[in-house]
T-cell receptor
Framework: NAGVTQTPKFRVLKTGQSMTLLCAQD?????MYWYRQDPGMGLRLIHY???????AKGEVPDGYNVSRLKKQNFLLGLESAAPSQTSVYFC?????????????FGPGTRLTVL | AQSVAQPEDQVNVAEGNPLTVKCTYS??????LFWYVQYPNRGLQFLLK??????LVKGSYGFEAEFNKSQTSFHLKKPSALVSDSALYFC???????????FGIGTKLQVIP
């Protein structure tokens, strides 16, 4: 099992450009998440999904869109990148809604917006 | 709302000494608590979780956590620190009807050789 994978690992964008980050999991998990991690701010939830075809906003959703067309994939899109979106992005998945289900994280995508 | 707090930004400990990384919680209902570790340039990894009734929880890499209901704490401990334990440690609690997870701000553990 590969677990949770993220593509790409690194990316540099210019302000205004768009891109899509791909997260894939092979554990048949229902729930998937996108976080951003910035120094001194911990992990902040951008969007999440509790099943194929569903998405929901987290605490910092502005400037991002997501889609979960297939159960194993969760895409994060930046339509018009801004320097404030420079961050490390992590995808995570969880079996389902049980309180004792732990999250499994991908290796992260380091994004720089110039 | 479910929340956790990590009062220390950084903890320094000498190799071989016991270590403690602190976490306090505020939850309604049964507490479900987690610890995760993040090594440099990696994603978070699950370390251990609290299951109701076990006040001392054992996890990966020799770590354990002590649940204290009266002090609303869930401190992470290890009897003898290794340099390789140097990492960022996050306390976490399920939230949003268990659909989401709320993480603490993280504590950087530095083990000094």
């Amino acid at each position: 099992n590969a677990g949770v994978t993220q593509t790409p690992k690194f990316r540099v964008l210019k302000t205004g450009q768009s891109m899509t980050l791909l997260c894939a999991q092979d554990m048949n998990h229902e729930y998937m998440y996108w976080y951003r991690q910035d120094p001194g701010m911990g992990l902040r939830l951008i969007h999440y999904s509790v099943g194929e075809g569903t998405t929901a906003k987290g605490e910092v959703p502005d400037g991002y869109n997501v889609s979960r067309l297939k159960k194993q994939n969760f895409l994060l899109g930046l339509e018009s990148a801004a320097p404030s979106q420079t961050s490390v992005y992590f995808c995570a998945s969880k079996l389902a809604g049980g309180p004792l289900d732990e999250q499994f994280f991908g290796p992260g995508t380091r994004l720089t917006v110039l | 709302a479910q929340s956790v707090a990590q009062p220390e930004d950084q903890v320094n400990v000498a190799e071989g000494n016991p270590l403690t990384v602190k976490c306090t919680y505020s939850v309604s209902g049964n507490p479900y608590l987690f610890w995760y570790v993040q090594y440099p340039n990696r994603g978070l990894q699950f370390l251990l979780k609290y299951i109701t009734g076990d006040n001392l929880v054992k996890g990966s890499y020799g770590f354990e956590a002590e649940f204290n209901k009266s002090q609303t704490s869930f401190h992470l401990k290890k009897p003898s620190a290794l340099v390789s334990d140097s990492a960022l440690y996050f306390c976490a609690v399920p939230s949003g009807g268990y659909q989401k997870v709320t993480f603490g701000i993280g504590t950087k553990l530095q083990v000094i050789p």
